[in-house]
């Protein structure tokens, strides 16, 4: 290898090109090249090393108490721990014939302390060190309109009258800007006439057209601020069932944005998509729409969208399938008696790939809840097929024990707290997590509440409750490798549910009302709950390891496997690598700090 090759070798692998070119240089005079055989023990905890080892050709395999954590390839490093600290835990054999750069251990140190991107790549907090390793691993990738806001697209000229403007003015002013929408302005508050309202409300209603606009139009009419992302703008276009948003400066509309300007910009069917669901008009219909959302995964996951993102544009097309086959299925003289609720990572947002269904059914009291076991039967029938596993622990609306009155599931609220089945806890959990999608909301709120209230001096209650955020060891070692089996990570028990699970009891204890994970860390930061760093730590795993997970699942979707939460971390590079182990470390140091401060060592 040339003295040019091996510079350009060096300078792709992360943090080496960080290095100023003296310091590369510096490198350089104080790197060789080695040869190792197969089986050569190059660290163990009875022997550090006196380098910093870089792999040109061959594997190294790491293992830990005689336990395969790691295999290391071409342009992965190790162990800067080691070198550092000047312990391991972990014993580094060579698994094939090694070639490999070794940096002298007195260089590499020095590096660290004169170059602080350098440093901070090895000993900066986790969150620092994880987003590093995010915006190496994908900032090339992420699309353009990630970053895109309202002000970088074309925006049109709003045609805006006044409330006391006639029919006929209005009509003939929007004639004259080109446009069919028609801006009605009241005071601070802004309505909406379109070209369906013109048909049906005047054309067809034979309306006067001397009568002043603001009688035909419909508010509020839906605005967005000009600096909002783009991707934000074409989540409220799918929530609202809309083809327009007013674009507002200084709480003034100053241009309009339609959905076909957005949908070329961002060249996906989203939108299509909740088009398509909100027109059907049978079952088939409505399941060939559902069946397109595996579709919108996949185009925004290769995109590079960030998996929150796309958690919520999936969160608002499964709820309008469940909402439009719940009336579908059920007599409309039923719909404003009941409240469907989806719960558990559907409640919170946070089911992107269909892996079960937790939901439930709350009836209004005086209703007789047999009534809609046979229609709440076919409900989840019919959720089966389109792709909605069933739930194993049968919470379902088809299971009578989901599907009951408000007064029922008072006194069901009741018996969770009680604690006295270990299923109660985790029964209050999913429950925690739910929202309405269909029927009257006001039938769940009160439950809410209700949670709320009980949960208030029921510090043990809480500790128990707290204590299944501990229920899996977190897949890594002492001095951070990582811990596999022949089948892999199982990276939600590993991970996420600890997170999950601990935000969860964190939100409960002090009456955040938010339901997504992300917004309930936001909230108990706010709260002085959480310190920043840990907030902001945790915020970054979760990402991480929910990218993780819909990576694998969606390879799984593609290979047409069955959908599980296992990852083959053997595949990985080493910056993906890197960011999962960062990612437990997280995990580890938060579980920590719920055990703390629940006080859970008391339980034992």
Request: net charge negative; aromatic share 10%; proline share 2%.
């Amino acid at each position: 290898m040339s003295l040019h090759d091996q510079e350009n070798f060096i300078k792709e692998i992360h943090p080496f090109d960080k290095l100023t070119t003296h310091e590369l240089d510096t490198a350089f005079k104080n790197m060789d090249i080695a040869y190792y055989q197969k089986d050569t023990v190059l660290i163990s905890p009875d022997h550090t090393s006196d380098y910093f080892f870089i792999i040109i050709k061959g594997e190294v395999s790491e293992y830990n108490n005689d336990e395969l954590t790691f295999v290391y390839h071409e342009q992965d490093e190790f162990d800067a721990d080691s070198l550092i600290y000047n312990k391991t835990s972990s014993k580094f054999i060579v698994s094939e014939d090694l070639i490999c750069y070794e940096l002298k251990k007195k260089t590499f140190l020095e590096l660290i302390n004169t170059n602080s991107k350098f440093k901070n790549f090895f000993l900066k907090n986790l969150s620092s060190r994880l987003q590093t390793l995010k915006n190496k691993e994908y900032g090339s990738d992420i699309s353009s309109f990630m970053f895109s806001k309202v002000g970088d697209i074309y925006l049109h000229e709003p045609c805006i009258v006044d409330k006391t403007c006639n029919i006929r003015n209005a009509i003939e002013k929007s004639i004259a800007k080109g446009t069919s929408t028609i801006i009605v302005e009241n005071g601070t508050e802004y309505g909406v006439v379109t070209d369906s309202v013109l048909k049906k409300d005047v054309l067809l209603a034979h309306q006067n057209l001397e009568l002043p606009i603001v009688e035909i139009a419909k508010f509020p009419f839906v605005c967005v601020q000009k600096d909002d992302f783009l991707f934000s703008v074409l989540l409220t276009l799918v929530k609202h069932s809309i083809k327009r948003v007013g674009v507002l400066e200084d709480g003034k509309i100053t241009g309009l944005l339609k959905q076909a300007d957005i949908l070329s910009y961002f060249a996906n069917h989203s939108h299509i998509v909740s088009v398509k669901i909100a027109k059907s008009a049978t079952i088939e219909e409505l399941r060939a729409a559902s069946d397109d959302v595996n579709k919108t995964i996949k185009s925004l996951y290769d995109k590079s969208l960030k998996t929150g993102y796309i958690a919520k544009m999936v969160a608002e097309l499964n709820a309008k399938v469940y909402e439009k086959l719940f009336n579908i299925v059920l007599p409309e003289t039923l719909h404003d008696k009941c409240a469907l609720l989806v719960m558990g990572s559907e409640g919170r947002d946070e089911q992107i790939i269909k892996t079960d269904q937790d939901n439930a059914l709350v009836i209004e009291d005086g209703q007789d809840p047999s009534i809609y076991y046979p229609y709440m039967q076919e409900f989840t029938k019919q959720l089966i097929s389109f792709g909605f596993p069933e739930c194993e622990g049968n919470i379902m609306v088809s299971n009578p024990y989901w599907c009951k009155t408000q007064s029922e599931f008072m006194k069901q609220i009741d018996t969770w707290f009680l604690g006295t089945d270990m299923e109660h806890y985790m029964d209050l959990a999913i429950f925690f997590d739910a929202k309405c999608v269909a029927g009257d909301v006001s039938l769940f709120e009160p439950l809410k509440h209700e949670i709320f209230k009980l949960v208030k001096e029921k510090n043990v209650y809480m500790a128990y409750f707290a204590n299944a955020t501990l229920n899996f060891e977190t897949p890594i070692t002492l001095f951070s490798s990582l811990k596999t089996t022949k089948e892999g990570i199982d990276i939600k028990k590993g991970g996420i549910f600890a997170i999950v699970q601990g935000v969860r009891s964190l939100a409960l204890e002090n009456g955040v009302m938010e339901n997504s994970t992300v917004a309930r860390i936001k909230k108990l930061h706010k709260l002085n709950i959480l310190e920043k760093d840990l907030a902001s730590e945790l915020i970054e795993a979760l990402g991480l390891l929910s990218r993780l997970r819909l990576q694998g699942h969606i390879l799984k979707l593609k290979e047409g496997k069955a959908i599980n939460n296992m990852i083959d971390v053997s595949s990985f590079g080493k910056i993906e690598r890197d960011m999962l182990k960062d990612s437990f470390s997280i995990v580890n140091t938060f579980k920590k700090f719920i055990t703390h401060h629940f006080h859970l060592g008391n339980l034992h």
